[in-house]
């Protein structure tokens, strides 16, 4: 098989989440050991950090693997879900894993995967473990997938354990309070190893001081920004300020175990917003007029956004909209002004929300509206209509994101 007929296997074989949903959704972590303890347990040969939460996680999980590698560590980084190519996934100092990795690992394991009927993430997980073992890396970050007792990732030993927020995600597999789901994202906690909690919240913070106790961890919390990162002269959203002053935490608490030497951790860290931004994170593509795209797609991630959109002087703001089955959409689309002129599309992948879903509860809700059936079309359509003091928003679903910079003049802007 070559690349494509890999992952078109891969895809069609094997549960996968972000197509499938709940369904995909493994309670146990039998697999994942079974199958590293095959592998030889590669997740043995190199050092981690553990980053978990409801979002933000894979901002700060880039943002501690940027530093480290500037500071000379061969650097591991695990992601999910990917945008555009999988191999975003599984990189080595920020260069993805390579296409003949990823053939030549489902060719030799093949038997096994199908015997053991191994899910997407399970698999994923697997490989990431095996190329940074072969890449012989220093460290590595690996974010967590869902939620974190029972994630994939969660057979790992790190130095450190990060849990960036809590908030209502994932309700139907996680729990429906705050402390249900802290419990569910506390799992990550390991003996004797310091965690780093992003924000204090009163329904939460027991969960956390119970969890730390029975494990001997040090808990720390970030919760009150560092001067350091408001007084920055740099746009940079509230909600990055946030993972940017967890990233910093976690990084001086590596550096104060003498393990590692890390210098420079924010210039470093502002260094990469300037230069390359967190892909998928209020990613600006033009500044007049402006149009932003941002992958937040549950409660906590769009009313950050929001509150960032009433910083923004504009006259009108469009706004092209996509979701998942399983969000209450009518909740999230709530949190987003409602003299807004929205444009439905449906993202590229079987479980997207129907534009009909979308459209009823437009309808409820009194929003001026379009339907379209794919991205591109709800998207070029609103750009038409821009003024060049307006603001157009793009956000909803990280695969509606996916699906816009897979359009050639917009992923340019980004590379």
């Given at each position: 098989?070559?690349?494509?007929?890999?992952?078109?296997?891969m895809?069609?074989?094997?549960p996968?989440?972000?197509?499938?949903g709940?369904?995909?959704?493994?309670?146990?972590?039998k697999?994942i050991?079974?199958?590293?303890?095959y592998?030889?347990?590669?997740?043995?040969?190199?050092?981690?950090?553990?980053v978990?939460?409801?979002?933000?996680?894979?901002?700060?999980?880039?943002?501690i693997a940027?530093v480290?590698?500037?500071?000379?560590?061969?650097?591991?980084?695990?992601?999910?879900?990917?945008?555009?190519?999988?191999?975003?996934?599984v990189?080595?100092?920020?260069?993805?894993?390579?296409?003949?990795?990823?053939?030549?690992?489902?060719?030799?394991?093949?038997?096994?995967?199908e015997?053991?009927?191994?899910?997407?993430?399970?698999?994923?997980?697997?490989?990431?473990?095996?190329?940074?073992?072969?890449?012989?890396?220093?460290?590595?970050?690996?974010?967590?997938?869902?939620?974190?007792?029972l994630?994939?990732?969660n057979?790992?030993?790190?130095?450190?354990?990060?849990?960036?927020n809590?908030?209502?995600?994932?309700?139907?597999?996680?729990?429906?309070?705050?402390?249900?789901?802290?419990?569910?994202?506390?799992?990550?906690?390991?003996?004797?190893?310091?965690v780093?909690?992003?924000?204090?919240h009163?329904?939460?913070?027991?969960?956390?001081?119970?969890a730390?106790?029975?494990m001997?961890?040090?808990?720390?919390?970030?919760?009150?920004?560092?001067d350091?990162?408001?007084?920055?002269?740099?746009?940079?959203?509230?909600?990055?300020?946030?993972?940017?002053?967890?990233?910093?935490?976690?990084?001086?608490i590596?550096?104060d175990?003498r393990?590692y030497?890390?210098?420079?951790?924010?210039?470093?860290?502002?260094?990469?917003?300037?230069?390359?931004?967190?892909?998928?994170?209020?990613?600006?593509?033009?500044?007049?007029?402006?149009i932003?795209?941002?992958?937040?797609?549950?409660?906590?991630?769009?009313?950050a956004?929001?509150?960032?959109?009433e910083?923004?002087?504009?006259?009108?703001?469009?706004?092209?909209?996509?979701?998942?089955?399983?969000?209450?959409?009518?909740?999230?689309?709530?949190l987003?002004?409602?003299?807004?002129?929205?444009?439905?599309?449906?993202?590229?992948?079987p479980?997207?929300m129907?534009v009909?879903h979308?459209?009823?509860?437009?309808e409820?809700?009194?929003?001026?509206?379009?339907?379209?059936?794919?991205?591109?079309?709800?998207?070029?359509?609103a750009?038409?209509?821009?003024?060049?003091d307006?603001l157009?928003?793009?956000?909803?679903?990280?695969?509606?994101i996916?699906?816009?910079?897979?359009?050639?003049?917009?992923?340019?802007?980004?590379?």
């Open positions: 098989m070559n690349y494509e007929e890999t992952l078109q296997w895809f069609r074989q094997l996968m989440y972000q197509r499938q709940r369904s995909a959704f493994k309670k146990d972590l697999n050991k079974d199958f590293c303890n592998l030889g347990n590669p997740q043995q040969d190199f050092k981690s950090v553990h978990g939460g409801t979002n933000g996680k894979g901002s700060t999980s880039t943002m940027h480290l590698k500037e500071n000379g560590y061969s650097t591991g980084l695990y992601t999910s879900p990917h945008l555009i190519d999988y191999r975003e996934r990189q080595v100092n920020f260069q993805m894993v390579s296409e003949e990795f990823v053939i030549d690992f489902i060719q030799a394991h093949r038997d096994f995967l015997v053991h009927q191994l899910s997407f993430f399970e698999m994923s997980v697997g490989m990431a473990f095996a190329y940074f073992s072969a890449q012989k890396v220093d460290i590595a970050v690996v974010e967590v997938g869902l939620g974190g007792r994630d994939s990732t057979i790992i030993q790190p130095e450190i354990s990060v849990i960036t809590i908030g209502y995600d994932h309700m139907d597999m996680l729990g429906d309070t705050l402390a249900q789901i802290a419990y569910e994202k506390a799992g990550i906690i390991k003996p004797g190893t310091p780093i909690v992003g924000e204090k009163p329904e939460t913070h027991p969960i956390f001081v119970q730390s106790k029975k001997d961890a040090q808990l720390y919390y970030t919760d009150v920004l560092s350091e990162v408001v007084s920055t002269n740099q746009l940079v959203p509230l909600y990055q300020q946030k993972n940017i002053a967890t990233a910093i935490k976690a990084l001086s590596l550096t175990t393990a030497r890390l210098e420079d951790a924010k210039r470093t860290i502002f260094e990469l917003i300037r230069e390359k931004g967190v892909y998928g994170k209020f990613m600006q593509l033009s500044s007049k007029p402006m932003i795209l941002d992958a937040a797609h549950n409660k906590p991630a769009l009313e956004l929001s509150s960032e959109v910083k923004i002087a504009f006259d009108r703001l469009l706004v092209v909209f996509g979701s998942v089955k399983g969000k209450d959409v009518q909740d999230l689309l709530q987003l002004p409602q003299t807004a002129q929205y444009f439905f599309c449906r993202p590229s992948v479980r997207a129907p009909g979308l459209e009823e509860v437009a409820v809700l009194g929003l001026s509206y379009a339907c379209f059936d794919r991205p591109d079309e709800a998207y070029f359509k750009e038409s209509e821009l003024n060049d307006d157009l928003l793009v956000t909803g679903s990280t695969f509606l996916a699906d816009l910079l897979k359009i050639s003049e917009i992923k340019n802007k980004f590379e």
